[in-house]
C-alpha cells in the first residue's frame, strides 16, 4: 500500500512564495509522473504540474513562469515551488502518485494566498 505525504501548504501574502513536498512510501518501485493537483472552492480539481522519472514537465497554463515541479534524490519524492503567487492560487494542493494503475493522493496542505 502506498502511502504520500505532503507539507508545506500555509498562508502567504500575493506575491510570497511557498514550497510544497511530498513522499511516496511503501513501494520499491519507482513511480514513474509524479504530479501536483488543486482544488479551489466550489471548482473541480486541476492538474497544477507533472514530472515523470525521466524529468519531463508540464505545466497548467497558469501557472507557467512561477511554479517550478522536481523530483528528490529520495525514490518517490517531488517537490513545488511556487513564485509570485496570486490569490487565485488559493486551493488545497494534492500530490499524486499512479502507480500500477492505482491512483494514490495525499491529504493535500491548504494553501491560502491573502493579504
Known amino acids: 500500500q502506498v502511502q504520500v505525504v505532503e507539507s508545506g501548504g500555509g498562508l502567504v501574502q500575493p506575491g510570497g512564495s511557498l514550497r510544497l513536498s511530498c513522499a511516496a512510501s511503501?513501494?520499491?518501485?519507482?513511480?514513474?509522473?509524479m504530479g501536483w493537483y488543486r482544488q479551489a472552492p466550489g471548482k473541480q480539481r486541476e492538474l497544477v504540474a507533472a514530472i515523470t522519472s525521466g524529468g519531463t514537465t508540464n505545466y497548467a497554463d497558469s501557472v507557467k513562469g512561477r511554479f517550478t515541479i522536481s523530483r528528490g534524490n529520495a525514490k518517490n519524492t517531488v517537490y513545488l515551488q511556487m513564485n509570485s503567487l496570486k490569490p487565485e492560487s488559493t486551493a488545497v494542493y494534492y500530490c499524486?502518485?499512479?502507480?500500477?494503475?492505482?491512483?494514490?493522493w495525499g491529504p493535500g496542505p491548504p494553501v491560502t494566498v491573502s493579504s
Open positions: 499524486h502518485a499512479p502507480l500500477m494503475g492505482v491512483h494514490y
Open positions: 511503501g513501494t520499491m518501485r519507482t513511480i514513474n509522473r
